[in-house]
């Protein structure tokens, strides 16, 4: 009787290991999930932040020491920067490829300056023309996975 009884102690015991051990590496996955979920967010986030920092930067590289700009319409800019190009360079929105593109040059085409990591939503350029001591400016407007972007470009002479 002894012996019976130890040998379903050991069973039982046995089972609340098993038990145990179940609940332990139940949670250990869903850390783990949770864990790359998170750093994936984490990547989209960088990488939507560094898309958004070279559009700005590329935008505001064009237009410095720009002599003058036009917007034919509000997805269109073109600028006049004798010290970048000899000829008109545009930026303009794409909506089919969601894109914005950028051309320096005739001879070189338009180029994507936004990546498949993004998609663009919207842009806006709105031009403003110099009034007395108050320089040209353009206030540049766009939409990028969600998040809305606002520039203001002043042209100094």
Known sequence: KQMKTNEIERKIEMI???????????????????????????????????????????????????????VPTTDVLNIDNPNLSSSTMTIKFDPVSKKILFKKNDSLGFSPITTVNVKVESLK????????????????????????????????P
């Not at 998170?38 to 020491?65: M, P, Q, Y």
């Not at 766009?142 to 203001?152: D, H, P, W």
């Open 125 to 156: 350029f709105i031009r403003t023309p110099a009034s007395g001591n108050i320089p040209e400016k353009v206030d540049i407007n766009f939409t990028m996975n969600g998040v809305a972007i606002s520039l203001t470009k002043y042209l100094l």
């Open 16 to 70: 609340i290991y098993i038990g145990l051990l179940s609940i332990i590496m139940s949670g250990l996955m869903v850390t783990a999930y949770q864990l790359t979920e998170s750093s994936r967010d984490l990547e989209s986030k960088v990488t939507l932040e560094e898309e958004i920092n070279f559009v700005s930067k590329k935008i505001s590289w064009a237009l410095t020491g720009a002599v003058s700009t036009d």
